[in-house]
């Protein structure tokens, strides 16, 4: 940093140490912890005393100063002696912190080695930093894989001089190590950010997005038409009520346009013509909030233009008061028994409870049921639109027959053949694995999604998940769902409480007054968390996704965060089976490969999947399949490895941090020795922190498979970064909504 930055980084440390450090202008122990924000207290300690240089038992300004300004403007060396002091666990406190970037004559004390024993108890702590837990077995063989990899001379302990060189063998490690103590005071970026054009204007957005805008640009132009020519019609009646006619022109039209969009069983079919690569059918829930908004707004100016309309008739004719206009059916207004001012008053309610019950701070807060109920009331709104509008069955018929049609038959199928959930699996973080009976004629596509109503938990709510299992699997389908919700936390508890013992004797009199006796779920318990039952539910479905288009992709990168992993476990399971399809073994000696086929099947010659857990518990939840498609690769193909996992555990520590430098590096070689994970048990190496995308996409893109295309399901926060990584790589990008 300049002179000026120098200055300027000073006092903002200041600032931060008098904010901590409070009237007695010392930090403490329990201050420090406090503004390190670790979970083990262990580093927190241990930073503390290479900090106290003077043995005070608290910081001073002075101290803190000189220990950062070396920390961060030292040398890579001056780093390292810093960490290997941390891991020199008998060391007791740090002698003296001189000038930057000079470390004077070691320190105080401590050995100058680190044993076995204090390797072990390091590792146990980045262990707990990282919230990894692991067998004290695990631990052992982490420990010596490190030690053993580090003790050059065999000497029985870990030099200064061995640790940098172990470290050195890690260029990602070395790469960007940071302090983690410092970063609670790192200088500010005092660098100007480089301006750059917002993405809505760059020509990787605009070629990326073509479809939806040039379908949004002719939506936009449809409505300015229907405006003009519905307001030039009623010139005659002033500029409020042209502008009310306007509006009420677009809303038939929006009213009506709003049911297409949700038309699902029409757009699954659609996605397997050639219209599919001229409209954004994959963005209909877009689109159809996007009209949703629309019809907000075009309701709203309606209804106003028709109050300024009435006030200036009240005014103007003295007949009627506006309170009359509005709320009775004395001026005689409407097609229907002078209902249309009543009928508009109650639809502005009607349409601002559906929009503001169906916006994400609603949906995603666990209150999915409020969405669900407040949306049903879509059939009152065309029961008043007709009352309301002359002119709006003729818009209506057509769409509302092909809706109504939909209903029915998805209706009759999902009734035709009561299904059961045959089998349940609790999983870790309140997850349910349902295994239902699929019946005979049920064909799905890898990522298509079903509605799912289940009697004993809501009679008549109806929810869509994902279908995780794969279409060649012709017994059962499998469904995994998170606990998010009222409905979900209930499905989780119901099976969870079904083989617990109450704690009433009343237990069997109450349940057979309820008639809701257990007998219905005759649970046989295989462990904790596997439960055979037969259950009653009914699936209205399938429907299509974006997913859809992965088997004509060249080259497909699958990200799946938490349980978004649900469609990918569906689609690995249909890949791995038509590559085993492809697969050939030599009779005469033990070797495989695959042939390099394409066909109107699939045409993949690459699939990469990216797996993003929050913790290590999540893993569980597909483990044994991501295991089993490892094992059915062939070892040695023409063009490399089919499938390749990408696993990332964001709890955990990322490999240049210090608090986890020693336990990603010993995770490292165990893996590399034991060849499997020890997180996971994969043969993938789960990585700490989360991906860098830019990192990841360019190695994507150095591979040259052909043309990718990226298929995302999680959390719309990390689909927009990973959208906009799309744009600037030039792949294609496919959402999961439903």
Known sequence: MSLDEDTRWLEWVTRQFETIAGEDKEIDLEEFKTALKVKESFFAERFFALFDSDGSSSISLDELLKALDLLIHGSETDKLRFLFQVYDVDGKTLHKLIIPFVWVSYFNAGSGSIDPDELRTVLKSCLRESAISLPEEKLDDLTLALFESADKDHSGSITFEELKAELESFPEVMENLTISAANWLKPPDLEEKKRHPPRYLTPAYWHNNSRKLLFLCGYACLNVLLFAVAAWRHASGGPWFMLAKGCGQCLNFNCTFVVVLMLRRCLTWLRATWVVRVL??????????????????????????????????????????????????????????????????ILQLLVCLMVLCSCTFVRRSGHFEIFYWSHLSYIWVWVLLVLHCANFWKWFVVPGFAFLLEKVVGSAISHMNGLYIVEVNLLPSKVTHLVIKRPQFFHFKPGDYVYINIPAIAKYEWHPFTISSAPEQQD????????????????????????????????????????????????????????????????????????????????????????????????????????????????????????????????????????????????????????????????????????????????????????????????????????????????????PGRPDWGKVFQKVAEEKKGKVHVFFCGSPALGKLIKAHCERFGFSFCKENF
């Open 476 to 687: 059962t389908l499998w469904l995994h769902i998170r606990s998010m919700g009222q409905w979900t936390n209930r499905l989780y508890e119901y099976f969870r409480q079904a083989d617990t013992p109450a704690a009433s004797t009343k237990r069997l009199t109450m349940n057979m007054t309820n008639g809701q006796h257990r007998r219905k779920v005759q649970v046989s318990k295989l462990g904790d968390s596997h439960k055979f039952c037969n259950i009653k539910c009914y699936v209205d479905g399938p429907y299509g996704t974006p997913t859809r288009q992965i088997f004509t992709s060249e080259h497909a990168v699958l990200i799946g965060a938490g349980i978004g992993i649900t469609p990918f476990a569906s689609i690995l399971q249909s890949i791995m089976y038509r590559y085993r399809m492809r697969k050939q073994n030599c009779p005469n000696y033990s070797y495989s490969w695959c042939e390099n086929i394409k066909d109107n099947e699939m045409k993949l010659r690459k699939v990469d999947f990216i797996w993003i857990n929050r913790d290590q518990k999540s893993f569980e939840w597909f483990v044994s399949l991501l295991t089993k498609l490892e094992m059915d690769q062939a070892d040695k193909e023409p063009e490399g490895r089919f499938l390749e996992m990408h696993m990332y555990m964001t709890s955990a520590l990322s490999k240049n941090d210090m608090k986890a430098i020693g336990l990603q590096m010993a995770l490292d070689l165990l893996a590399k020795k034991e060849k499997k994970d020890s997180i996971t048990g994969l043969r993938t190496r789960t990585q």
């Open 280 to 345: 954004p059918l994959d963005q209909n829930i877009l689109l159809h909030q996007i009209v949703g908004y629309a019809i907000l707004v075009f309701t709203v100016v309606h209804t106003f233009a028709h109050v300024m309309n009435f006030a200036r008739m009240s005014h103007s004719h003295n007949t009627y008061r506006l309170w009359e206009y509005l709320l009775t059916t004395r001026p005689g207004i409407g097609w229907v028994a002078g209902l249309a001012s009543i009928s508009g008053v």
